[in-house]
């Protein structure tokens, strides 16, 4: 009886060696391009904490464009608007927290996706006074490999 596991066994282990990797506790394929984009998408979460506008934006391309889902121009968002107002807007919270699971990633040559579940918490100033904030939502980023590495494009 023994004997006869022996060769399912077998193959049960060559299946596993062979599987591709994944990014741990995801099926996102683990590969050199997923990597940099969860590390994109890491660095835009601790920015945030920070509330380091600088370090938001060095995470952003100077295409960035995103029209909020919506027909009406007005709140439209480019590079320079979100440049201009990110500083104040990160001024208004007292702090933050912010958890981000990238769910899944998609690259198609140098233009991906990253879909994000995340949950936020935060303490914002509004003019009767600081206001505690909860947020959780999913989420789509888009990026772009750039020169000097893979760069949110949309989807803040």
């Known amino acids: 009886?023994?004997?006869?596991?022996?060769?399912?066994?077998?193959?049960?282990?060559?299946l596993v060696a062979c599987s591709p990797r994944r990014i741990p506790g995801t099926e996102i394929p683990d590969n050199e391009d997923t990597r940099?984009?969860?590390r994109v998408i890491e660095k835009?979460?601790?920015?945030?904490?920070?509330?380091?506008?600088?370090?938001v934006l060095s995470q952003v391309s100077p295409r960035y464009f995103d029209d909020a889902g919506t027909p009406d121009p007005s709140d439209d968002?480019?590079?320079?608007?979100?440049?201009?107002?990110?500083?104040?807007?990160?001024?208004?919270?007292?702090?933050?927290?912010?958890?981000?699971?990238?769910?899944?990633?998609?690259?198609?040559?140098?233009?991906?996706q990253a879909y994000l579940r995340f949950d936020a918490w935060y303490r914002i100033a509004t003019r009767s006074g600081e206001v505690a904030k909860a947020q959780n939502d999913v989420n789509r980023v888009n990026l772009v490999r750039e020169k000097d590495g893979w760069k949110i494009v949309s989807g803040l």
């Open 1 to 14: 009886m023994r004997a006869s596991r022996l060769p399912a066994v077998a193959l049960l282990a060559a």
């Open 36 to 38: 940099a984009i969860t």
């Open 44 to 55: 835009y979460r601790q920015a945030v904490e920070a509330r380091d506008a600088a370090a």
């Open 77 to 112: 968002l480019d590079y320079a608007r979100l440049a201009k107002s990110l500083p104040a807007d990160l001024a208004r919270v007292d702090s933050v927290r912010m958890e981000l699971r990238v769910t899944d990633i998609t690259v198609e040559k140098d233009r991906a």
